[in-house]
């Protein structure tokens, strides 16, 4: 037996600009290679970079230490409209949002900011703090996992709706009570939802730049429109578990001077906290979306709290 990898699998030619994608997983995931991010990259690279981002759903960049805060922006701008950093954590600037173990950790599967009608379209995280075991992050493909629903599920999903909100309970997903009891993470959670904001929105959107059909679930769900809370419960699980399948997700194993960027209009992701308590630190800037629209055109819908000073519509 020869050990051989099959290199035509794994090697991808550059393309005109230089660009080189190399698919990391079979559903989701890519590095892209022969990139200097910033905020003066040319039109055929930005070009490049969207069409791997909606094939892949997420794409990671090594060799970014370069950048800054301001370097991060300005390839945001090339990308899309910079969001506030969130509709009610503060940010360290107007824009940049920091993911700092010292304030939360975000280890249970989500869609960034469902809970408002215009959910992020997607987001760009890089590196500047590193613990120096785990703290990796996975990424689900969530049109893939519509994908392959049986037909009798897709029919089920189609028609349904559901209510997120920010007002989650965190402590249902807990993996100890101790968890509950560190007062920066409780202050955390009180800024998080000191607004309360809830929407409806079809769980099966249709993707506005592909057309796909993608699942939009996750952990601010709290319940599924016209169903009651066992209901909901069951339902959600059945729906969730199709979606953060193995097969049907990519983990990244985070270096510095590293950027993911994910669309968020396909994907959920799960910053696996195993780094004890070392300090993981890095910077986000979330790029502006528009209102989910379901399969029979119905848009997503406001019940509670006005997020124009998030992103504008
Ligand atoms: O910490 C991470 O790797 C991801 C955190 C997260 O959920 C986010 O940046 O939206
Ligand atoms: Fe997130």
Redesign the pocket.
Known sequence: MTLQADTSARSAAAGSNGVTVVRIGGRIGARVDGVRLGPGLDTGVVADIRAALLEHKVIFFRGQEHLDDDGQLGFARLLGAPTAAHPTVRGSSTHV?P?DSERS??NSW?T?VTFVDRVPAA?I?RAIHLPPYG?T?TWANTAAAYQALPVPLKNLADRLWAVHTNAFDYAADAESVSDELDERLVAYREEFRSTVYETEHPVVRVHPETGERALLLGHFVREFVGLNGKESHALFHLLQDRVIRLENTVRWS?EPGDVAIWDNRATQ???ISDYDDHH?L?H?ITLAGDVPVGVDGARSITRSGDAAHFSAL
């Open positions: 949002l993911i950790k975000a989500h960034d987001s995280l703290g992050t985070w992701h799960y910053a993981r890095l986000r």
